[in-house]
């Protein structure tokens, strides 16, 4: 896949997260990187989706966040973008949005409970909502710190990214990620739906019964060694 | 009605769910039976309903599950339509979904009551949610399994599955049933619809009072063998 | 308004039910009469939408029930319909809807409280949630006693039906009247809304705190003597 | 722009309403001001969105409140309207909606929380819900009181009405403004959005837990000094 080929998957992905009905207004964002270039493709900020084109992603370096390609300024998100890709090696795309059900898991600083095979199919771990940021750390690079707990935070539970791919920047909203920026959008659009059925399950069942060996079989069965999901 | 028109009918009952807004991405599927050839025409394995043709239908045996028709392979849920078919003699078509509400009560381990006409138009006794599988039954068979815990809960519990043609999926979500797909993708909707309302129900009321003299009239002038609802 | 009109009416209301968003399948019937004739005209029996034709809808004798024109079976509802006639004279038009929020409270065992202007612009005091039916007035007549117990209801609580077009059916859902069979598909949509806004309200609030002389305000600037509420 | 285009700007903010859909039947209204003319341009009363054109919108004298332009009755709400543009100097423009989550917050008498960054980058301060008003205001002067007491909400708490620009009128609904008519249509969007979060958040964690820093850097970084979010 060359850059235009990846702008022009960026570009689906930021629109895929208005079909999704994940976004309101300008309020999303996706991304994609190029590894090999060690280039990150992105939306640029505060552009209505309706006239933005797939010439208006903006191109960054991976490594130090200048811009390579592009008039308009980049996501002002893009930090948090960048910090994920540096971490996490197998992340191909990302992207970030305020969905209704996971901002409300955000704002009431709780972990989305994977309580059920929906969320299971995807996310082997409860999405974790992440510690709020110092004053200091909000006061020196905001954005960038938002992706540097998103990391911390996995490092310290143990989780491993890919398998839950997605995190809860505290009293904000959802950070997802996946194989590629279309994969992101599709898994922000399974925790959303996972987000209101946990919503819904917490007021009708505060203790959340979970069942491991459920969840664990739904998970395999879709991306383990022996996964039979799907056709091939 | 020939096995050709049966693909039709069970594609048809697929396209439906999804007009009914109860499936997101491909997370649902339908079946129908033949009962005197003893097959089951079901829907391919994760494909998606945009670029889905009556063709895709899977026709697999009754008995063995073996596929006789078909290059794609079956819905995985497939042992557990098989289970249900084989257990439940008058079921015509079925229908698994992960319609919102349905699988928050499922989430929850909790019944959907009958606490209203809406539903007891249709459904006669609350649908049960079946109890977890074991690790072993996971283990051994696990969509099998969930066919079989379903018949298990309505003979132990002395339901008609007819007279209640669902159930819930422990921390999974609700399997449908009924004379026909069409029929089953029609009851299928009509549970979401009463677990959304009997979720509200809870909150306004934990107590969840039920009138069981008025959910008899509206079950029984519907389907009782005096029925008058509806034309002839 | 001639009959054919008043056809023509009752199934542009029953249309707006659909519009509105307040009937899923089936589930509602708008009807109007004619006073001087002591005609009503109704919806026939579960027939749908997409296909039904103004010619469809059935006339009965206000008095008697009995039918006058038409080859459709009428609603199963009719006979609460015509209590509601016989016994509010100033009623020109009624409907009945399974809309979710609203059959929520009925489900609830609760009136549905009007703790804002929202609903004061349109209900004078709480939609009255009505007694549940005896088994015995079930088994005689239970449409028929359906409408009685909403009369009843009114009269022993001493609310004006003009000003309160509403009543819920215990564990059923609501009825609505107007001066016509639009104005009374206005006032189910009303409802609805008003429904759900009390829902959250309760959760929000359980103590549900009402402002009498606000409410009292709002119904008066556009039902009262000196309404002042919209152009002329 | 000249009063031509004001009307024309009034009268698409009032259909941005729909289009957001904070507005059911013909509740709702959007005005915006002419501040070197005095002038302020209103809505209509109760008349339907479908058939309303930019020549139906109302100019009213800012301060006396006269019709001086315009053949149709002006909105009920319009000395609201009024009242909030002579205290709030820099208000441009004026919405009141009865958009379904802000109504519940005033129907439960509770400010709607800023608990997350979505509502703070449009919001400084929870929106106040104000006191409810006097029988004797009632009586003198309704709508113009309710605008008074928006005022005096904002002068005794000392919020500053553009950096939050929304009020909820006790068991009403919510009253938002902006740099423009279209700015307050935006604002009302982002308020009923915040709304809905706000809520579930409330009932996923009563305590509705705050974090003040970055609340002010959210807010900081879209409208302070040092804003640097969106292009330019």
Same mark, same amino acid.
């Given at each position: ?72 300024? +980049?996501?002002?998100?893009?930090? %948090?973008?960048?910090? !994920?890709? $540096?971490?996490? @090696?197998?992340?191909? *795309?990302? &992207? ?31 999405? +974790?909502?992440?510690?709020?940021? %110092?004053?200091?750390? !909000?006061? $020196?690079?905001? @954005?960038?710190?938002? *992706?540097? &707990? ?83």
């Amino acid at each position: 896949m060359n850059l235009s080929e990846l702008k022009q998957e960026v570009f689906d992905a930021n629109l895929k997260l208005v079909h999704y009905g994940l976004v309101l207004h300008t309020w999303g964002n996706a991304s994609g990187i190029d590894r090999e270039k060690g280039l990150v493709v992105i939306k640029p900020s505060g552009v209505p989706y309706e006239t933005m084109t797939p010439d208006d992603m903006v191109v960054l370096e991976l490594e130090t966040g200048k811009i390579v390609d592009g008039v308009l300024k +980049p996501s002002t998100d893009a930090p %948090t973008h960048l910090a !994920i890709y $540096r971490a996490f @090696e197998r992340v191909g *795309g990302a &992207v970030h949005t305020h969905s209704t059900h996971a901002v409300a898991w955000a704002q009431a600083q709780r972990d989305i409970p994977i309580v059920g095979t929906t969320c299971a199919d995807y996310f082997y771990r409860s999405i +974790p909502c992440c510690r709020s940021l %110092t004053p200091e750390e !909000i006061e $020196r690079d905001y @954005e960038g710190e938002t *992706g540097n &707990v998103i990391v911390e935070t996995f490092r310290e539970r143990g989780i491993d990214p890919m398998a839950t791919p997605a995190a809860l920047a505290r009293n904000h909203g959802p950070f997802c990620w996946g194989k590629s920026a279309l994969d992101a959008a599709f898994n922000a659009s399974v925790l959303e739906e996972s987000a209101k059925m946990a919503f819904m399950t917490a007021l009708l069942n505060p203790t959340l019964p979970v069942d491991e060996a459920l969840i664990e079989k739904h998970y395999s069965r879709k991306h383990g060694p022996n996964a039979y999901y799907g056709q091939r």
